[in-house]
């Protein structure tokens, strides 16, 4: 009925769609508005679409996947079982990125097996929050899909509206859509469909005013108030009360008993199910024929095509005015009915719904249940039954423990919304170790961290004296190391993490977690080849570690990449991050991959760089915190400013600084920060502003008492000190130079990449020391030496030496022009192949200087590869099939295709067998930005 504007958008996205742009669009509106209808009726209009539908259930919120899992159930089940994370309901431990990830491979198969592809979410804002994480992560990787997701909500849903909010911004092809009342020519069509006349404008205006063109409401006024009435210009007001309620139970009273039965057995329900089902909760012999009067009074609706023959009540309107409506009594004796019938999730909340005071028992039940829940990772469950066992206590001390243990399940989400709602209940609560755990934990989250680690110490030095405390030692000591860890006090987080390991009775990937812990703690004490010590009971082969040593794992990688190991991090990274796709659930799988991102910069992959930067921070979007993020806005800073895009490396350089602030520079952002506006200037060969941006990590505590300058922070200390060198050697401050190169020495264990770059500083500073001799000789030892393993892995430090060997060759006439041409060459290609165009700039400048030019690179007239387009071509060209690199990119197939066809256009060739020899080829121009 009506909605022709509504439906004229839908369409137009949906034919967006059809022509290869994934569009969404967000329907908001009140219960019983029509968003559904409109919804049905566009899917109707879909038939060359493969349409994917869910609803959100209440009693499903707290179920990991939920959604997602009945968007798969009409497929076929051998399509499905391609993807398993998608394959089976309530994935735990699972990612939402890595669910994403695979949904976005099933739309991208769906796509090629059938045409273009329709996603309807209703009551959206009952989905559990792994299904939305996940939908919200691939509709944002959506770039060249004929994909239509149309997402229904209730206008301002408390769970739902940030997160919808922040999506429809984040996308360029998303509408949002008000869905209101009816107007008056709608009402009037209604009206004249449902009199069977011609109703006067004196009416329909009379009409529109008295219900504001709500459909249900008009529907119900229509239905029950006689027609001599309505058109009785002289009345007032109409026999009727203006609420609902008592329209749809004046619908009641004129329809049979058991039809009436029905429709209480679907209201107490609230869900679609199988007609012999519903009847049977109804007590009825004869269903079928309780259905037509229900029907007829346009309270149901029925789908007696599908195998099943379901059935469910329209409007949530109805089903609250119906539920309302059931005497007490009745109405217990129905929810007791269906948990003999639904499934074992379902049946906890009707059996709840069924108590009519307090029930030790099924409290004890609940409780039980709620363990078994925890175990098996589904903390939002366990919380949900646990907050019921609550309420259905009849000892104070019971209630209060089992509402407590319920907020700490909920933190452990780390998606708290449950728990923080609880404050009031909480403070109410008798004191005690647990109580003030989890008041502890709130303050963290809310950003009170004096007061977090106030409480967080007290319950963990009280829980540790109590052996009966175990669980909450955990609980409480686990919080506890992200208050000490955020203010690097890592001799405390070792000591907290060390002895809440010694509780013991920790299930293996929490004991990999605090592990973890222990290890940063260390690493923040006394460096990363200690806190490397804590690791050693990891497998040497990364792919040979369990999935719950994921977490350490991660940190291993870490801590070799802090120490310039580049190899031996990529495995471990690399690892952590490819088992995370497939569903292992790393808690450090995020920061994993941004720093990876670090790792391809440093290697020399920058393409890489980038796409793991950008996947980074995908992953983060969906995210309600950000660990992780600073490294990855690094690594994007450093790529940028490598290749002189100066606009957008000051710009996310800019953005990071602002977000380390508003964290309250923390230690871990503050050195991301600083090294991001460290590189940008050494990029621009501003030695004075790369001592600028150093500021921050310097210790003033040590200033004054000799020319050294110390460092603050452990990670990347090795990178930190090397720009320190760069910096001071290039301001003149030489004396400084000196000492912070002895430091770089000591502190450097003669391994990984940083060999190239400690000689390429010492021979900087041997030509600022007057020493031309010996920085030719330190320039020639590392260029022409045989490079171990590790030699060769940063490619821009060595064109950075080359560059340097050459220039002196030149300045001193100690070689022939030749060699120093050859330095040059070397130099020039290794700057050409990163696309570094600033360091390139300097090279050819100094080559004119002293007469001499490079070989001018042979330029192809095509246009230049995006930097998606490069990330495609890179994986493709590797080797990697369409599926494989759409898995490791977070994209879909189609996307994969459409990037190939334009790389295939821009370089002239037809197939992916020609793809390497062309990347190797062409002399690609750096694009102005990414597309």
């Given at each position: ?16 769609a ?30 060359d679409?493969t ?48 669910v994403?990830?695979?949904?976005l ?11 273009p ?8 804002h ?16 959506l ?16 769970r ?33 469909r ?16 008295y ?18 009435t ?27 008993p ?26 009825l ?6 259905v ?41 004796a ?18 709840v ?27 939002a ?14 000892d ?14 909920s ?41 977090a680690?106030?409480?967080?110490t ?16 955990v ?5 506890l ?6 203010h ?39 460096g ?48 952590v991050a ?19 991102a ?12 980038e ?7 995908a992953?983060a ?19 940028e ?44 060969a ?12 310097i ?32 301001t ?5 130079a ?6 770089l ?6 391994t ?10 010492s021979?900087?500073?041997a ?20 490079p ?5 892995t ?8 080359e ?10 006439s100690?070689?022939?022009r030749?060699?120093?041409a ?14 570094a165009a600033?360091?390139?700039?300097r090279?050819?400048?100094?080559l004119?200087a ?13 246009p230049?590869l ?5 990330s ?54 750096t ?5």
């Amino acid at each position: 009925m009506g909605r022709l504007r509504e439906v004229d958008q839908l369409s137009a996205c949906a034919a967006k769609a059809r022509d290869g742009e994934a569009w969404l669009a967000v329907v908001e509106g009140e219960a019983g508005i029509g968003k559904s209808a409109l919804a049905r009726r566009l899917a109707a209009s879909l038939g060359d679409f493969t349409v994917l539908w869910a609803t959100g259930d209440p009693l499903e919120t707290d179920l990991p996947g939920g959604v997602v899992s009945q968007l798969m159930r009409r497929l076929d089940r051998a399509v499905v079982a391609e993807f398993p994370l998608l394959a089976h309901d309530g994935p735990v431990g699972v990612s939402p990125h890595a669910v994403g990830g695979q949904l976005l491979l099933l739309l991208g198969a769906l796509q090629e097996a059938g045409g273009p592809v329709a996603v309807v979410v209703d009551d959206a804002h009952w989905a559990d929050p792994l299904s939305l994480q996940a939908l919200s992560f691939a509709l944002r990787r959506l770039w060249a899909d004929r994909v239509l997701t149309v997402l229904l909500t209730r206008s301002h849903a408390e769970r739902t509206h940030q997160t919808l909010d922040r999506l429809t911004r984040s996308l360029d092809r998303a509408v949002r859509m008000e869905i209101g009342g009816l107007d008056e020519d709608d009402v009037a069509q209604m009206a004249r469909r449902m009199l069977d006349v011609r109703p006067a404008p004196g009416l329909v205006e009379r009409l529109h005013t008295y219900t504001k063109g709500h459909p249900l409401y008009l529907r119900t006024v229509l239905a029950e108030v006689p027609v001599s009435t309505l058109q009785d210009d002289e009345a007032q007001r109409w026999p009727i009360a203006r609420t609902l309620r008592i329209g749809i139970t004046s619908l009641l009273e004129q329809i049979p008993p058991d039809s009436v039965a029905l429709l209480e057995a679907m209201a107490v329900l609230d869900t679609r199910l199988p007609l012999v089902t519903v009847g049977q909760i109804a007590a009825l012999a004869d269903p079928t024929r309780a259905v037509g009067p229900a029907l007829a009074a346009g309270l149901a609706r029925w789908w007696p095509a599908e195998s099943e023959s379901p059935v469910a009540l329209v409007h949530a309107l109805q089903r609250d005015a119906i539920y309302d409506a059931i005497a007490p009594e009745r109405r217990r004796a129905l929810h007791a009915a269906a948990a003999g019938v639904v499934g074992t999730a379902a049946a906890w909340a009707h059996r709840v719904a069924a108590a009519t005071s307090a029930d030790a028992g099924l409290a004890a039940e609940l409780e039980q249940s709620a363990r078994g829940e925890a175990v098996a990772g589904r903390n939002a469950l366990a919380a949900t039954r646990l907050l019921w066992a609550s309420s259905l206590s009849d000892d104070r001390a019971d209630r209060e423990r089992r509402l407590l243990t319920a907020c700490a399940q909920s933190l452990l989400t780390l998606q708290p919304v449950t728990a923080v709602k609880l404050r009031s209940q909480v403070e109410d609560c008798a004191p005690g170790t647990l109580r003030t755990c989890i008041l502890g934990v709130m303050d963290l989250l809310d950003g009170r961290f004096v007061a977090a680690e106030a409480r967080l110490t007290e319950a963990w030095q009280q829980a540790l004296a109590d052996p009966d405390s175990g669980w909450t030692a955990v609980l409480a000591g686990t919080f506890l190391t992200v208050v000490t860890i955020r203010h690097s006090r890592g001799a405390e987080t070792v000591d907290i993490a060390g002895k809440t390991l010694a509780v013991g009775d920790l299930d293996p990937a929490t004991s990999d977690f605090t592990r973890a812990v222990l290890a940063t703690g260390r690493m923040w004490d006394q460096g990363p080849r200690a806190a490397l010590r804590d690791l050693t009971h990891l497998p040497t082969v990364a792919a040979e570690a369990a999935d719950h040593q994921l977490d350490t794992l991660a940190t291993r990688g870490v801590m070799h990449l802090f120490l310039g190991r580049l190899p031996a991090a990529r495995a471990d990274l690399a690892t952590v991050a490819r088992r995370d796709q497939q569903g292992a659930g790393s808690k450090l799988s995020h920061l994993s991959l941004s720093l990876l991102a670090v790792l391809e910069y440093l290697a020399g992959d920058w393409n890489a760089s980038e796409s793991a930067a950008e996947r980074a921070l995908a992953i983060a979007a969906i995210q309600d915190h950000v660990l992780g993020d600073a490294p990855a806005w690094f690594a994007t800073v450093c790529v940028e400013a490598g290749r002189g895009q100066w606009e957008a490396a000051q710009g996310h350089a800019d953005t990071l600084s602002r977000v380390t602030e508003a964290l309250g520079s923390p230690p871990t952002e503050t050195v991301y920060a600083a090294l991001a506006h460290a590189m940008l200037a050494q990029a621009r060969a501003d030695h004075t502003a790369v001592l600028g941006a150093l500021e921050p990590l310097i210790d003033r505590g040590t200033a004054g008492r000799d020319e050294r300058i110390r460092l603050r922070f452990k990670p990347f200390w090795l990178w930190q000190q090397s720009l320190l060198v760069e910096a001071l050697t290039g301001t003149g401050q030489l004396v400084a130079a000196a000492l912070a190169l002895d430091d770089l020495r000591a502190g450097y264990d003669g391994t990984g990449y940083m060999r190239v770059v400690l000689a390429w500083l010492s021979g900087r500073l041997a030509e600022a020391r007057g020493r031309p001799r010996d920085a030719l000789e330190i320039y020639a030892n590392a260029a022409t030496g045989t490079p171990d393993e590790d030699g060769d892995t940063a490619p821009l430090f060595r064109a950075m030496l080359e560059h340097s060997y050459g220039k002196l060759l030149v300045a001193t006439s100690s070689g022939s022009r030749r060699e120093a041409a050859r330095w040059f060459k070397s130099a020039h290609d290794r700057f050409g192949a990163l696309r570094a165009a600033p360091f390139l700039e300097r090279c050819d400048a100094d080559l004119a200087a002293i007469g001499l030019t490079a070989s001018a690179p042979v330029r192809s007239r095509v246009p230049a590869l995006t930097e998606r387009e490069l990330s495609v071509a890179h994986l493709v060209a590797g080797g990697r099939t369409n599926q494989e690199a759409a898995a490791e990119l977070y994209i879909s197939q189609k996307t994969v295709e459409y990037h190939l066809s334009n790389i295939y256009a821009k370089l002239g060739i037809s197939s992916r067998r020609r793809l390497a020899d062309a990347l190797r080829n062409q002399q690609l121009r750096t694009p102005g930005r990414p597309d």
